[in-house]
């Protein structure tokens, strides 16, 4: 068991502006802890009489100031974590901080950079990687992911449902057996039995909470508070929390002058934490059934033992199985060519005796016999010794002599050929050396130039995920995507292209492709590099082989013994292929590192786009809600809306100014193209400016897209001071 409190850490965020000097101070003089100081402006301690402390002091393991990366926070809070977590043991990290304050920045990573993944997937790709290492076990790897919001539990990853709310996904409830220990009934176990396919399942699960969210933000503020110790996220986290489990915490500060008081609190939460301590406890699952059997061998053994300490001689008999087991033992005693093993049959005085029977019956069955064969022989021969070989005999052997030095002959002749053959051989190479090569790689790693083969191989899987595949939460996302795809009316689809050039996401989608891009074409030439240095590396192979054969052909012939001294050629070449080896080696570790980089940067760009998507879906049924409002006159029959179109509107009108804001920054500018075509002065009055609704199509739902779009676009153009009024 490992007795320890709560490992606590921060991280401050790198703040936008420039800040004030002195806001906060950190010291990592201290030994093994470090202080944050933060000093309170005197501004903010507002008004004549100044009753405030100027300066607050809390100490954390270590302080990560704005410019550590996410390398380093993975390096010293998350892998300990891992290890023990791979030793055996429960480990959480947690990172507890203001909205804003980089929480998911920290835990998942941000959408941009591949450096900037974070602790999630690094962890994965750290475990994967030492799971790899250890082939002595066998290792099952599953991943859950739970979402709570309000109270409610929701399982992320259930590939049964496309989640386009929260109330979609699957509810996950807590259950607590009578040992109180906390059971969360409904949250799938998804098996992973690769990084890429844990990765898949975060990005699965990134995207459904993504998806089922700017519906959360709208309940928000009607959203009550629950006090800290009962609430769900508690439970959930109990054996994290001051019971069986290695747990760290993160606090995340965004130190600006307006988030002082909030920092602050995060800080004071975190001195809490740091004083709970755990008790960790390897996790071991004990088969009963192996315990059974070990404890009655170990009575039995203790039972011999008694026996023969105490004089009192077990008199029963062995059974059958005790003495098929004894049989056992003593074959495999005899077997075994070493002369120190030993036949351990313990004290039992009864298998002491039956093994010294065995073995008296064996040697005078078999072994006696076999001695007595041999020396009656040795006497035979002895005797042959004293008298004197016949003439006959004599010629006999001279006969064998003569015809085993033709023999010799023959074998030598022989040599010479082979000898030959072998220099020939050599010497064709040399004068192929400079010139082209036989090529021995038959079946490359990866294409030749020219050929994409490098391409598809390294972003196969990631295009796995796109292309359907058997596993059903990669296919669930698939699905999502193409509906979503089939669904775009034209008009939409034409809004959809104008909305996104300019949003903010859309230039990280675009500097991710040009990443990909470089990424695929260094991969493509690794690959290539790769299977040049491979041939090389065959190449040298051969050359060895050639040399110690014609080295053993030349000892042979020549009688000498060159085959025992070092060959200076030879080892010059067998260093050049350590080196081709180690060369081989490193470009193998970059390539995998490029390829999980690919995949990562795929997984960013997708989860990109879905969000692109869906803030563009929730802007168009705004202003398709805006637009209905304008055009329909309040005596006019109202088209019927289903009752979920109704709900969505009415969360999302509320909010449509500040969504319009803050999804379209900038309005994009259009091409001569689009303007001429949309900036039609009679389309604007038939619609906007006259009240009448004249329709369009004569269906509703296009209609409305038709005006959205128009709508859009007069906004678009206002903005740009582009509008015609
Ligand atoms: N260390 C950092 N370096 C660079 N950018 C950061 C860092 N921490 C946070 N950010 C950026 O700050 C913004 C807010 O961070 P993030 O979303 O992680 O906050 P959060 O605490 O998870 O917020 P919320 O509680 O609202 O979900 C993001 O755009 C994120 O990329």
């Known amino acids: 068991m490992v007795k320890q409190t709560i490992q606590i850490f921060a991280r401050v965020k790198p703040t936008s502006r420039k800040q004030p000097q002195g806001i906060y101070s950190i010291d990592e003089d201290e030994k093994s802890v470090a202080a944050l100081e933060i000093i309170l402006p005197r501004d903010l301690a507002d008004g004549f009489v100044n009753n405030k402390r100027e300066s607050y002091k809390f100490k954390f393991q270590r302080i990560f100031d704005q410019e550590s990366k996410q390398d380093t926070i993975f390096e010293i809070i998350a892998k300990p974590v891992a290890e023990s977590v791979l030793a055996g043991y429960n480990g959480t990290i947690f990172a507890y901080g203001q909205t804003g304050s980089g929480k998911t920045f920290t835990i998942t990573g941000g959408a941009e950079r591949y450096s900037d993944r974070g602790i999630i997937p690094r962890t994965l790709s750290y475990i994967f990687e030492?799971?790899?290492?250890?082939?002595?076990?066998?290792?099952?790897?599953?991943?859950?992911?739970?979402?709570?919001?309000?109270?409610?539990?929701?399982?992320?990853?259930?590939?049964?449902?496309?989640?386009?709310?929260?109330?979609?996904?699957?509810?996950?409830?807590?259950?607590?057996?009578?040992d109180q220990n906390i059971h969360l009934k409904n949250l799938s176990l998804q098996q992973a039995t690769t990084e890429e396919e844990a990765?898949?399942?975060?990005?699965?699960?990134?995207?459904?909470?993504?998806?089922?969210?700017?519906?959360?933000?709208?309940?928000?503020?009607?959203?009550?508070?629950?006090?800290?110790?009962?609430?769900?996220?508690?439970?959930?986290?109990?054996?994290?929390?001051?019971?069986?489990?290695?747990?760290?915490?993160?606090?995340?500060?965004?130190?600006?002058?307006?988030?002082?008081?909030?920092?602050?609190?995060?800080?004071?939460?975190?001195?809490?934490?740091?004083?709970?301590?755990n008790e960790a406890v390897l996790n071991e699952e004990i088969d009963p059934r192996l315990v059974i059997i070990r404890l009655k061998k170990e009575i039995q053994e203790l039972k011999d033992e008694l026996a023969f300490i105490t004089g009192e001689q077990r008199t029963d008999q062995l059974t059958q199985m005790e003495l098929d087991k004894l049989e056992e033992?003593?074959?495999?005693?005899?077997?075994?060519?070493?002369?120190?093993?030993?036949?351990?049959?313990?004290?039992?005085?009864?298998?002491?005796?039956?093994?010294?029977?065995?073995?008296?019956?064996?040697?005078?069955?078999?072994?006696?016999?076999?001695?007595?064969?041999?020396?009656?022989?040795?006497?035979?021969?002895?005797?042959?010794?004293?008298?004197?070989?016949?003439?006959?005999?004599?010629?006999?052997?001279?006969?064998?002599?003569?015809?085993?030095?033709?023999?010799?002959?023959?074998?030598?002749?022989?040599?010479?050929?082979?000898?030959?053959?072998?220099?020939?051989?050599?010497n064709l190479q040399n004068t192929n050396r400079g010139g082209t090569r036989l090529s021995l790689s038959s079946s490359p790693l990866y294409g030749g130039p020219g050929d994409d083969s490098s391409k598809a191989s390294v972003s196969s899987t990631a295009k796995q995920t796109h292309e359907g595949s058997s596993l059903d939460y990669r296919s669930g996302f698939h699905r999502r995507k193409t509906v979503k795809k089939e669904e775009m009316s034209?008009?939409?689809?034409?809004?959809?292209?104008?909305?996104?050039?300019?949003?903010?996401?859309?230039?990280?989608?675009?500097?991710?492709?040009?990443?990909?891009?470089?990424?695929?074409s260094e991969a493509k030439a690794l690959g290539e590099s790769i299977n040049e240095v491979r041939s090389k590396i065959g190449h040298l192979k051969e050359e060895i082989n050639q040399r110690q054969m014609q080295r053993v052909a030349l000892s042979i012939t020549d009688n000498a013994t060159g085959d025992q001294e070092l060959d200076p050629v030879e080892e010059k070449l067998r260093s050049k292929m350590e080196e081709e080896k180690k060369s081989y080696k490193n470009m193998f570790t970059r390539l995998k590192g490029l390829k999980v980089e690919i995949e990562h940067l795929q997984l960013l760009?997708?989860?990109?786009k879905v969000k692109l998507k869906k803030e563009f879906e929730v802007w168009w049924i705004e202003e398709a809600a805006n637009l209905q409002k304008k055009s329909v006159p309040s005596n006019s029959p109202r088209t019927p809306e289903s009752p979920k179109q109704q709900q969505s509107q009415s969360h999302l009108s509320n909010k449509s100014e500040l969504i319009s804001k803050k999804i379209m920054p900038s309005p994009p500018p259009l091409s001569r193209l689009q303007r001429n075509r949309f900036n039609n002065p009679n389309v604007e009055e038939r619609v906007l400016g006259n009240s009448s609704a004249?329709?369009?199509?004569?269906?509703?739902?296009t209609d409305t897209d038709i005006l959205a779009f128009i709508k859009a676009r007069q906004n678009l153009l206002q903005k740009k001071g582009l509008a015609n009024n």
């Open 130 to 178: 030492q799971l790899q290492k250890d082939s002595r076990k066998m290792y099952t790897t599953h991943v859950s992911y739970l979402e709570i919001y309000n109270e409610c539990g929701y399982d992320l990853l259930d590939p049964r449902h496309e989640a386009s709310s929260l109330e979609d996904l699957p509810k996950v409830t807590i259950l607590e057996d009578p």
């Open 199 to 277: 990765l898949n399942l975060l990005f699965l699960g990134d995207t459904n909470r993504m998806i089922a969210e700017v519906i959360i933000a709208l309940a928000e503020k009607h959203r009550s508070h629950i006090p800290y110790r009962n609430s769900m996220m508690t439970s959930v986290l109990r054996d994290s929390l001051g019971g069986n489990c290695m747990t760290t915490m993160i606090a995340t500060l965004s130190l600006e002058k307006r988030n002082i008081d909030e920092s602050i609190s995060t800080c004071r939460f975190a001195q809490r934490v740091a004083l709970i301590k």
């Open 329 to 426: 033992q003593i074959t495999s005693f005899l077997e075994d060519q070493d002369p120190e093993s030993r036949l351990e049959v313990g004290s039992d005085m009864r298998k002491i005796h039956y093994c010294f029977y065995r073995l008296k019956k064996l040697l005078s069955e078999r072994k006696i016999p076999e001695k007595n064969e041999f020396s009656h022989e040795i006497k035979d021969k002895d005797q042959e010794g004293d008298t004197p070989l016949k003439e006959e005999e004599l010629k006999k052997l001279r006969d064998v002599l003569k015809q085993r030095d033709n023999e010799i002959n023959i074998l030598v002749n022989m040599l010479k050929k082979e000898k030959k053959k072998v220099q020939d051989v050599f």
């Open 490 to 520: 034209l008009g939409r689809q034409e809004a959809f292209e104008i909305f996104k050039q300019d949003h903010a996401d859309n230039v990280t989608i675009e500097d991710n492709k040009q990443i990909l891009r470089q990424r695929f």
């Open 605 to 608: 760009m997708e989860k990109a």
């Open 694 to 701: 004249i329709p369009f199509t004569g269906d509703s739902q």
